[in-house]
């Protein structure tokens, strides 16, 4: 379902947009990822240490010039530890599978963008009304 979730993030109408949401997706999973894993090998899941992982990873994002993945920061958190805490067992495994989530669906939502850009751009080409070679005057 994770990557499902990347991959609409992700998809955009300008292939720009999708890599730009791509790098901002990237850099929150990967705040969280290290976030997540090191609690998570240290500790059990507990309330107050979702909620502290989330300010944190709020804080981390900014602090690397990427505010704007506050918001996907904090909820790729949030189900990491919601899926710990249900899942105790190898509760680690967790951030790295949503890492492993996330590359694919970003992978896939870039890949979407790039075709739809490129099926949207020779449509465009083809409804363009063919211009005359050459307007001489002279008719034949």
Request: proline content about 5%; overall charge neutral; charged content about 5%.
């Amino acid at each position: 379902m994770w990557a499902v979730v990347a991959t609409i993030f992700v998809y955009h109408d300008a292939y720009a947009q999708s890599l730009s949401a791509a790098s901002m997706g990237m850099a929150a999973t990967s705040i969280s990822f290290v976030l997540c894993l090191i609690y998570l090998l240290v500790f059990p899941f507990h309330p107050l240490g979702m909620a502290a992982l989330i300010g944190i990873g709020a804080v981390a994002v900014t602090l690397v010039g990427q505010p704007g993945a506050g918001i996907t920061t904090g909820i790729t958190t949030a189900v990491v530890m919601v899926v710990a805490g249900m899942s105790p067992h190898n509760a680690w495994l967790q951030p790295i599978l949503r890492l492993l989530d996330t590359i694919v669906g970003l992978a896939v939502g870039i890949v979407a963008a790039w075709i739809s850009c490129h099926i949207r751009s020779r449509t465009l080409q083809r409804a363009e009304p063919n211009e005359p070679a050459a307007q001489t005057g002279v008719r034949m």
